[in-house]
């Protein structure tokens, strides 16, 4: 059983680096590495939680439409109430963009 909750972590952190790689590819090149590995991994995980918090995973349409700047907004204070440096939402912007395009590619 062990080995397939790790296998399974392995599978995520994977996902995770394959993630990071594309937005990096997708970013403005003044951004392409102003953040860190650690740090854009920290970002997806926030926009995942804004999905889960906001309810737009829970909906029955096709087609779901995602407010660009209040992903970016959410980002931006999770890292204020988090102790993060600041983040700017243009910035911020960028990467959600890069992540919804990952994640309809992967689909």
């Known amino acids: 059983m062990m080995a397939s909750i790790d296998e399974d972590f392995l599978r995520?952190?994977?996902e995770t680096r394959r993630e990071i790689l594309?937005?990096?590819e997708q970013l403005p090149s003044e951004l392409k590495d102003k953040y860190s590995?650690?740090?854009l991994a920290w970002m997806l995980d926030s926009i995942a939680d804004y999905f889960f918090e906001s309810g737009i995973l829970e909906s029955d349409e096709d087609e779901?439409?995602?407010?660009?700047?209040?992903?970016?907004d959410y980002l931006c204070s999770q890292a204020k109430n988090n102790g993060l440096p600041a983040l700017d939402t243009i910035e911020m912007r960028f990467v959600v963009e890069a992540d919804l395009e990952y994640q309809e590619q992967n689909a």
């Open 37 to 39: 590995d650690a740090q």
């Open 64 to 72: 779901v439409d995602i407010d660009m700047e209040k992903v970016a």
């Open 22 to 24: 594309f937005i990096r």
């Open 12 to 14: 995520e952190d994977e």
